[in-house]
């Protein structure tokens, strides 16, 4: 079955920096686009980032263009997301997404992975 698994969430200072990891199995990886979410309290959930199987295309929201990037390595069925300049606003638990499925395509997401930015 399709896994998500996120890590490397945590607590960071404004300014400080933050690689998030996001394991997939279950799926052949290497074909479906990725994406990262986030969800902060009481607000929905947002697309980030997200990257072409090959990791020739990729989208940002306008609120991280230039301080997030998002990778993949589809020898260790991983997407990345490296996140800098961390603001205050940036706290929220993030979400790693796949939509998988040729026929009838489904969302899976991960656990989530919190990232709070605070001094």
């Known amino acids: 079955q399709v896994q998500l698994v996120e890590s490397g969430g945590g607590l960071v200072q404004p300014g400080g920096s933050l690689r998030l990891s996001c394991a997939a199995s279950?799926?052949?990886?290497?074909?479906?686009?990725m994406k990262w979410y986030r969800q902060a309290p009481g607000k929905e959930r947002e697309l980030v980032a997200a990257?072409?199987?090959?990791?020739?295309?990729?989208n940002y929201a306008d609120s991280v263009k230039g301080r997030f990037t998002i990778s993949r390595d589809n020898a260790k069925n991983t997407v990345y997301l490296q996140m800098n300049t961390l603001k205050p606003e940036d706290t929220a638990v993030y979400y790693c997404?796949?939509?998988?499925?040729?026929?009838?395509?489904?969302?899976?997401w991960g656990q989530g992975t919190p990232v709070t930015v605070s001094s």
């Open positions: 997404n796949a939509r998988v499925g040729a026929y009838r395509p489904a969302d899976y």
């Open positions: 279950g799926f052949t990886f290497s074909v479906y686009d």
């Open positions: 990257i072409t199987p090959t990791g020739g295309v990729t």
